[in-house]
T-cell receptor, first 118, second 114 residues
Framework: DGGITQSPKYLFRKEGQNVTLSCEQN?????MYWYRQDPGQGLRLIYY???????QKGDIAEGYSVSREKKESFPLTVTSAQKNPTAFYLC?????????????????FGSGTRLTVV | AQSVTQPDIHITVSEGASLELRCNYS??????LFWYVQSPGQGLQLLLK??????LVQGIKGFEAEFKRSQSSFNLRKPSVHWSDAAEYFC????????????FGTGTSLTVIP
């Protein structure tokens, strides 16, 4: 079955370390998104990509970096510059990056990665 | 800027009772509206969506939502709640003109008591 795979499910990071969260999809979707979820704050957009080798900053991109070298992969790196990285991270995808047809499909979400700083 | 408001942070209902979760949005044009559900430690699952046409839309798991343009609302309802409905519910609006970004509300946590 097609879907989005996020790994690992749980991740622990020491202060000052960079960590990379994996997001892989086999849905042949063009657009991919990273959200951060904190209690009581809903989902906040970190980065998104609508096509390979291109990505855009979302509302809270500081301290994060991404790459989109392949259509099916959109890894997120949480750098040491992110001062409060402990959160639940969700990856999502959408079949078309542009226009109303893409909107009508909605998002497919992964099952998330919980990152904790120790 | 677009925004979505879910005024109820937490709701508790008895099993078998009816449920209504509120969602209000701020957007210049008719938006595309969605409701998602999230079980603990999981991703989000689409319940239903509205784009145009009939303002009452049916979704999965017996949920429905009604779009009211005059009130800028898209409330989620279920006639009889089951214990398995306990979860976090998110309303979202998407702007296709802005990179298809979804704007999510802060969520409503539903507790179901026997």
């Amino acid at each position: 079955d097609g879907g989005i795979t996020q790994s690992p499910k749980y991740l622990f990071r020491k202060e000052g370390q960079n960590v990379t969260l994996s997001c892989e999809q086999n849905l042949n979707h063009d657009a991919m998104y990273w959200y951060r979820q904190d209690p009581g704050q809903g989902l906040r957009l970190i980065y998104y990509s609508q096509i390979v080798n291109d990505f855009q900053k979302g509302d809270i991109a500081e301290g994060y970096s991404v790459s989109r070298e392949k259509k099916e992969s959109f890894p997120l790196t949480v750098t040491s510059a992110q001062k409060n990285p402990t959160a639940f991270y969700l990856c999502a995808s959408n079949p078309l990056g542009w226009g109303q047809d893409a909107v009508s499909y909605g998002y497919t979400f992964g099952s998330g990665t919980r990152l904790t700083v120790v | 800027a677009q925004s979505v408001t879910q005024p109820d942070i937490h709701i508790t209902v008895s099993e078998g009772a009816s449920l209504e979760l509120r969602c209000n949005y701020s957007y210049g044009a008719t938006p595309y509206l969605f409701w998602y559900v999230q079980s603990p430690g999981q991703g989000l699952q689409l319940l239903l969506k509205y784009f145009s046409g009939d303002t009452l839309v049916q979704g999965i798991k017996g949920f429905e939502a009604e779009f009211k343009r005059s009130q800028s609302s898209f409330n989620l309802r279920k006639p009889s709640v089951h214990w398995s409905d306990a979860a976090e519910y998110f309303c979202a609006v998407v702007t296709w003109s802005d990179g298809n970004q979804f704007y999510f509300g802060t969520g409503t946590s539903l507790t179901v008591i026997p």
